[in-house]
Nanobody, 125 residues
Framework: QVQLVESGGGLVQAGDSLRLSCAAS????????VGWFRQAPGKGREFVGA????????NYADSVKGRFTISRVNAGNTALLQMDSLKPEDTAVYYC??????????????????WGQGTQVTVSS
């Protein structure tokens, strides 16, 4: 079965940290960009950030820049989203997605082909 699986979500307080993981099953993640998106209740899916195939280049939304860090481990087959200084407005379901095009770190939804089911992150004030 082809899928991406996110893990690491949970309930935390404002100012805390969480680390999300994205692992692939049935497809290769290494060698492709990986993007992270989130969707809060009643809102559209929002770009959080992305990392290129080598892990050397990243792109972040302004709302998370300086607080969130994306990295790759396991020869690029697992992507991590380290979230620090969390705020209540970070509450959302977080999704990872595999990018279609090398070095494309855009926020364009259609530039990603495989998506995970999401993991809930809730930040209380």
């Amino acid at each position: 079965q082809v899928q991406l699986v996110e893990s690491g979500g949970g309930l935390v307080q404002a100012g805390d940290s969480l680390r999300l993981s994205c692992a692939a099953s049935g497809i290769v993640l290494g060698g492709y960009p990986v993007g992270w998106f989130r969707q809060a209740p009643g809102k559209g899916r929002e770009f959080v950030g992305a990392i290129n195939w080598s892990g050397r280049n990243t792109n972040y939304a302004d709302s998370v820049k300086g607080r969130f860090t994306i990295s790759r481990v396991n020869a690029g087959n697992t992507a991590l989203l380290q979230m620090d200084s969390l705020k209540p407005e970070d509450t959302a379901v977080y999704y990872c997605a595999r990018g279609k095009y090398n070095n494309d770190l855009s926020a364009t939804y259609d530039n990603y082909d495989y998506w995970g089911q999401g993991t809930q992150v809730t930040v209380s004030s």
